[in-house]
């Protein structure tokens, strides 16, 4: 009986041992894969190195210079169209990119790093994706408002003109009103009033015209 237990105890301290040996080996077998991936993508950064020196050597001075025109007008173009960004646009490009550069690190620490280093660039992502959808919301706000519509400056109405009839003066005389120069105001059969001017013009005073 005593044989059993002392064999039982040995296994299970063999048990225990072996799972801490195997969560030990575990950040190593991570880090090692980290360094392969590393080691792998300066290899390909190497590579491509490489392959674009070997193909500018192959250039003549004439392709080179084109090359560098086409490379020069092209940031001068990028260039342009972020000075003519407004501020919001600016903002909301900032903020995509934000995104993007979280995004890939969230995937980046998913794949090499530990489930907290995952956890907190996923929530960083997370965040920078909020902040993105904000400033989109805000500059659409800004586009969607109406603008603010300019006063429009009232133009006087001319008083209009018209030649003076025989008639027109024998029509009732107006004594509380006087026309510009003291002229005699006449009220016309239907209300409107006006005054005959040295030119023997009849101008109304009122929009009722007789």
């Keep these: ?20 040996v195997a969560q030990d080996d575990k950040p190593s077998k991570s880090k090692a894969k980290k360094e392969l991936s590393d080691a792998d993508k300066a290899a390909q950064k190497a590579a491509r190195a490489e392959k674009k020196a070997a193909k ?6 004439q392709e080179k210079a084109a090359k560098d025109a ?14 003519a960004m407004t501020p919001e646009e600016k903002a909301a490009k900032k903020a995509e990119k934000d995104a993007k550069k979280a995004t890939k690190e969230a995937d980046k620490a ?12 996923k929530k960083a992502a997370k965040k920078a994706e909020k902040e993105k959808d904000a400033v989109a919301g805000l500059k659409d706000d800004k586009i969607s408002k109406p603008a603010k519509k300019e006063p429009v400056e009232k133009v006087a109405k001319m008083p209009k003109e018209e030649k003076a ?4 003066y024998k029509a009732p005389v107006d004594k509380t009103t006087k026309g510009p ?12 009033k006006y005054y005959i001017n040295k030119n023997g013009n009849k101008t109304y005073l009122s929009s009722v015209k007789n």
Excluded: I
């Design 1 to 20: 009986m005593k044989k059993t237990f002392a064999v039982l105890g040995l296994m299970l301290s063999l048990l225990v041992a072996f799972q801490g």
């Design 56 to 61: 500018e050597a192959a250039m003549t001075p």
């Design 70 to 83: 086409a490379k020069a007008e092209k940031k001068a173009a990028k260039d342009a169209a972020r000075a």
């Design 110 to 121: 998913a794949m090499n790093g530990t489930d907290e280093t995952a956890k907190a660039a």
């Design 165 to 168: 009839t025989p008639a027109d």
């Design 181 to 192: 120069g003291g002229a005699t105001v006449y009220v016309g059969p239907r209300g409107g």
